[in-house]
Structures are given as structure tokens and as C-alpha cells.
T-cell receptor, first 110, second 112 residues
Framework: GQQVMQIPQYQHVQEGEDFTTYCNSSTTLSNIQWYKQRPGGHPVFLIQLVKSGEVKKQKRLTFQFGEAKKNSSLHITATQTTDVGTYFC??????????FGTGTRLTIIP | DAGITQSPRHKVTETGTPVTLRCHQTENHRYMYWYRQDPGHGLRLIHYSYGVKDTDKGEVSDGYSVSRSKTEDFLLTLESATSSQTSVYFCAIHGQGTDTQYFGPGTRLTVL
């Protein structure tokens, strides 16, 4: 089946530092979505990217979709303790079901 | 959050026993999904449903069955639980008019 690779698996940053997680697919995606899961919680939808080269921002979070629609990134500027959690990308291949990446667990060192 | 509940929220059972997890939604959405979440594997699709009595397999369906007799309920059954099925199970529903999914609170299942 189709796969979405996500790196890194873990990231520890000092509070105030930036954070980036990356997703890659070997085949073109119809769209890519990002979810956040707080410790002990459930995944919550953040955003969806559809267009080639698309960039969207939500306050300190910047989401990008690659020109070839095979990769995406989530960048957080000046991390805060509220950013702690696991960030998942999820890719849609054609009309198939969403395929989730393995997630990046972000921990913040105060 | 979308109106999704899961029951039970926690369960400990023994190998070989049957287990049924329930997902209930109040949104009248057509699509419902069952995922399992394990460290290093992210979220993996077990089964999904695209309507009453319409279900299909996901990537990790072996050892699991599902049923959907009403729009609002999607049941996941482990006919004979094994230790490899110890996991956190999430139900999700398909948002109206989009591809985005809304997740329930999860069920933590431990098979001893």
C-alpha cells in the first residue's frame, strides 16, 4: 500500500526554539492534512493543503506542500509548552483512504 | 469536537476472550473508521464503513471484525484477543464536505 514517511520520530527542543517535522511520499498526493495529538488525547485536525506549493499559516505554525505534491512540512516558530504533543501528517492518494505518517513527538524543555 | 464517544475507555482482558469496542456518533456522518495506535507505527486503519451494513478492510484487519447496523454505531470486535492487539483504539468519522477526520477519545485495551 501507499506510505507516508515522517521524520524525525522524536524532537526535544528548548522552549523558544523552532521545530520542524517533515513528511514524504514516493507518489503524488491529492492533499495532505496535519493533526496534533496532545499527551493522553486524541488526534485533532489542524489543516489541509491541496495545491502545489501551498503555504498556510496558523499563528506560529507554518505548513507547506511541496511543488510536486509529494512532501510537506510543519514548522513551529518559538515553541511554547502548549506545543507539546505528537504531530501527524496524513496523505490522501487519489480516492483512497487517508494514510497517516508515524508522527513526530515534540517535547519542550522549559 | 465532533459528537463521538467510545466505550469502554479502558479495558483489560485475557488472551482468547472476545472483546467488542463501540463507537457512537451524533453527527449522522456516513463514514466511520477504526484505527489502532502503537508506538513507532502511528495510526493504522483496521476497518472502515461507508454506510449502514457497508464495511471494508483496512491495512491491519486480521483478527478484527466490524459491524454497522445503525448510522450512529460502529462496533469493532476482537473474536479471540491476543497480546499483539494490546493498543489504543481510535474511532473517527468523516467530516461533511471535506476529507478531514474527527476522532473519538480512544479506548486503551490491554490483553494479558
Amino acid at each position: 500500500g501507499q506510505q507516508v514517511m515522517q521524520i524525525p520520530q522524536y524532537q526535544h527542543v528548548q522552549e523558544g526554539e523552532d521545530f520542524t517535522t517533515y513528511c514524504n511520499s514516493s507518489t503524488t498526493l491529492s492533499n495532505i492534512q496535519w493533526y496534533k495529538q496532545r499527551p493522553g488525547g486524541h488526534p485533532v485536525f489542524l489543516i489541509q493543503l491541496v495545491k502545489s506549493g501551498e503555504v498556510k499559516k496558523q499563528k506560529r505554525l507554518t505548513f507547506q506542500f511541496g511543488e510536486a505534491k509529494k512532501n510537506s512540512s510543519l514548522h513551529i516558530t518559538a515553541t511554547q509548552t502548549t506545543d507539546v504533543g505528537t504531530y501527524f501528517c496524513a496523505g490522501l492518494f487519489g480516492n483512497e483512504k487517508l494514510t497517516f505518517g508515524t508522527g513526530t513527538r515534540l517535547t519542550i524543555i522549559p | 469536537d465532533a459528537g463521538i464517544t467510545q466505550s469502554p475507555r479502558h479495558k483489560v482482558t485475557e488472551t482468547g476472550t472476545p472483546v467488542t469496542l463501540r463507537c457512537h456518533q451524533t453527527e449522522n456522518h456516513r463514514y466511520m473508521y477504526w484505527y489502532r495506535q502503537d508506538p513507532g507505527h502511528g495510526l493504522r486503519l483496521i476497518h472502515y464503513s461507508y454506510g449502514v451494513k457497508d464495511t471494508d478492510k483496512g491495512e491491519v484487519s486480521d483478527g478484527y471484525s466490524v459491524s454497522r447496523s445503525k448510522t450512529e454505531d460502529f462496533l469493532l470486535t476482537l473474536e479471540s484477543a491476543t497480546s499483539s492487539q494490546t493498543s489504543v483504539y481510535f474511532c473517527a468519522i468523516h467530516g461533511q464536505g471535506t476529507d478531514t477526520q474527527y476522532f473519538g477519545p480512544g479506548t486503551r485495551l490491554t490483553v494479558l
